[in-house]
């Protein structure tokens, strides 16, 4: 099985290329994952321990792959038993020597630090990285995903990143309270360069909110930050005609550019 593959259904909005580091669980324990389903349907278990995979032949693999990389959508690259096993350091170190273009997307907060040295010596800086930002309120955070770094750690990792010239994103999603992922995107404006934004899935709560109203706030809070954004596929119905812009709809806006060809 490939270690770096192509991301299918929902998942092609975020990269080209994708490559998980862990497998079979994660310690972060958010409620609403998508991941427990996910794995019960090809019959395998999901729980609190991830598994940190082999990386043999990951080398051969990068050396191929041109297109955007993001680490990733299953397990947490920067998840708390990554602080023992380090398999993400060792990933980047492959990646980078490769020259990838490689996106991070964790929950970790300032775990994703312990590598800032490399995201900052890193080729033509084809690398970012981003934090999913799902609530302001601390309680709400611990509530709802238990094992995340706190929302102001995230802020502060975003921060961190953003003062030593790294390029910083974020995903806004699941909102599963509008007024905490809009409070959240306030806090985060100036340590954020782009905003990837969608909406609640998989829960028929999602229901009951008011998605127009949202994504309205979101995206005209984010335009007149001047910051870069997506607006994915689910949220996109609930937008007048007209009101989204040919950028933010193309999932292009935020992708790395390729690997150079030398």
Known sequence: ?????????????????????????????????????????FGRTWDGNPVPRSLKGLDREASKASQQILMSFISDPYCTADVQHEV????????????????ILTKGGPRCLRDLDMFRAW????????????????????????????????????????????????SIEPVIIPSESLAI????????????????NHDARANAIDWAAFGRSAVDMIRAAGKKLYVKVDLRPHFPAGYLT?????????????????
């Open 246 to 262: 040919a950028e933010e709809t193309n999932m292009d806006t935020l992708t790395l550019p390729e690997r150079p060809n030398a």
């Open 88 to 103: 993400t350091r060792n990933a980047l170190e492959i990646l980078i020597a490769a020259r990838c273009s490689v996106a």
């Open 123 to 170: 080729p033509d800086g084809r690398v970012k990285v981003g934090a999913t930002l799902t609530f302001n309120a601390s309680a709400l955070s611990r509530q709802w995903e238990p094992g995340a770094a706190d929302p102001g750690d995230r802020i502060s990792a975003l921060r961190h990143l953003h003062t030593a010239g790294v390029k910083t994103w974020a």
């Open 185 to 200: 995107i306030e806090a985060s404006l100036p340590y954020v360069d782009a905003y990837k934004v969608g909406r609640w």
């Open 1 to 41: 099985m490939s270690l770096i593959y192509e991301p299918s259904g929902k998942a092609w909005e975020y990269s080209p290329l994708a490559l998980n580091v862990y497998s079979g669980g994660c310690d972060h324990g958010c409620v609403y994952c998508y991941c427990h389903s996910m794995q019960r349907a």
